[in-house]
C-alpha cells in the first residue's frame, strides 16, 4: 500500500531523476512511502503543520553557498515509514490553506528523520510509523513538481489510493465469507451442521448478496477509470462521487462480513490461532481499510458535495 500510494506522485510530476527512483521501487529494489497525515491533521489535508522552508546554507563538502529547503513537523499513521528507504511528503512552502502546500522527496540518509514503528491494532506487518522530521537539508530539486501546487496533486492521488482500499476491502471481505462458509459446513451444532440452521443460511447469503454488489460496483468504477481520459480523473465529479461512495460500501460491507463471520465461528474467532485464526485477524484490520484514504464520514460528504456542485448552477 505505502508502494502504492507514494510512487504515482513521483511518475505523474516528478523529474527524470524522481522517475528513475519510482522504477527502484516498483522493481522491489526500494521502498517509498506517502507522508501526508500527522497529529493534528489527518483528513483535514489543508491545513498540515509540517514546513519546508527556503533558506541559504553552506555546503561543508564544497564550501559554497547553496539554497535548500529545512524541512521540521511530524508525520503519524505512515505506512511503510519504518522500512522506507524515500518519503513523498506533503510539507508547507508557503501559506495557510490549500495554496500553501508543496509535495517534496526526502530520502531516509539525511540526517534528522527519526521513524518509530507504531504499535497497532491490526495489519502488523504494514510498519505504521510516526515520523520526525527536525531541521532536514533537503535540496531544492527534490520540490516534485510546482511549488505550491501540492494539494492538487495530493488529490489527483486520492482516487487511486481509495480504489486500492476497495479492491483490497472486497477481497478481505469475500476472504470472510468464505471461511465461514467452510466453517459452516464442518461444524456441527444440535445434531446437524451449521449450515443447515436457518439463521446461519441467512448470515451467509446476506454475506454474499454484499460481497458480490459491491464486487460488482468495483468492477464498474475500474472500467471508469480505464474508459475515462486520464486527465479528467481528478476533474470528473460523477467518478469521484462514486469511488467515495464506494470506498464506503466496501469498507461496510467488510466490517459487515468479519463480524457475521466472527459470530458464525463463535469461540474459534476469539482466540489469535487455530480455525479462526483468519477471522480473528480480518476483524482487528477493518478499521486499517474504513479510516485511511479517507473515513466514511468524509467520503459521503465529499459525495454530496460533488453532487451539490452542478446542482447550485441551477
Not at 491533521?41 to 535548500?68: F, M, P, Y
Not at 489510493?161 to 444440535?190: D, H, M, P, S
Not at 485477524?281 to 468524509?298: D, F, K
Request: glycine share 8%; aromatic share 8%.
Amino acid at each position: 500500500e505505502g508502494i502504492q500510494i507514494g510512487v504515482p506522485p513521483l511518475l505523474n510530476f516528478g523529474t527524470p531523476e524522481m522517475r528513475k527512483i519510482a522504477q527502484q521501487c516498483l522493481m522491489g529494489e526500494k521502498v517509498i512511502c506517502l507522508c501526508i497525515s500527522e497529529p493534528y491533521a489527518g483528513s483535514d489535508v489543508a491545513n498540515i503543520r509540517c514546513t519546508a522552508q527556503k533558506k541559504r546554507v553552506l555546503n561543508k563538502k564544497t564550501g559554497v553557498e547553496e539554497e535548500v529547503y529545512v524541512v521540521n513537523g511530524e508525520k503519524k499513521w505512515i505506512t511503510n515509514g519504518v522500512f522506507a528507504d524515500y518519503f513523498t511528503v506533503a510539507v508547507r512552502t508557503g501559506g495557510p490553506g490549500i495554496g500553501g502546500i508543496s509535495l517534496m522527496l526526502l530520502e531516509k540518509t539525511m540526517p534528522g528523520i527519526e521513524c518509530v514503528q507504531m504499535d497497532c491494532m491490526g495489519v502488523w506487518p504494514s510498519g505504521t510509523t510516526y515520523i520526525t522530521f527536525d531541521n532536514v537539508r533537503v535540496p531544492k530539486e527534490n520540490i516534485i513538481g510546482m511549488e505550491n501546487a501540492g494539494f492538487m496533486y495530493i488529490m489527483y492521488n486520492f482516487n487511486y489510493e481509495r480504489w486500492g482500499i476497495v479492491a483490497q476491502a472486497c477481497k478481505l471481505a469475500r476472504v470472510c465469507l468464505e471461511e465461514a462458509f467452510k466453517y459452516a459446513n464442518k461444524r456441527r451444532t444440535f445434531g446437524k451442521k451449521l449450515v443447515e440452521h436457518g439463521m446461519i443460511k441467512w448470515k451467509l447469503a446476506e454475506m454474499a448478496r454484499q460481497v458480490e454488489s459491491t464486487h460488482a460496483h468495483l468492477e464498474f468504477i475500474t472500467h471508469q477509470l480505464n474508459t475515462i481520459p486520464r486527465e479528467e480523473h481528478f476533474t470528473h465529479l460523477d467518478l469521484i462521487m462514486d469511488i467515495s461512495l464506494l470506498k464506503v460500501q466496501a469498507t461496510k460491507t467488510f466490517e459487515f462480513c468479519a463480524r457475521e463471520a466472527a459470530q458464525i465461528f463463535g469461540g474459534a474467532s476469539y482466540v489469535r490461532g487455530g480455525q479462526g485464526e483468519k477471522v480473528e485477524r480480518l476483524y482487528r484490520e477493518v478499521r486499517a481499510m474504513a479510516i485511511p484514504g479517507g473515513s466514511e464520514e468524509i467520503m459521503i460528504d465529499l459525495a454530496v458535495r460533488q453532487i451539490l456542485k452542478p446542482v447550485k448552477k441551477l
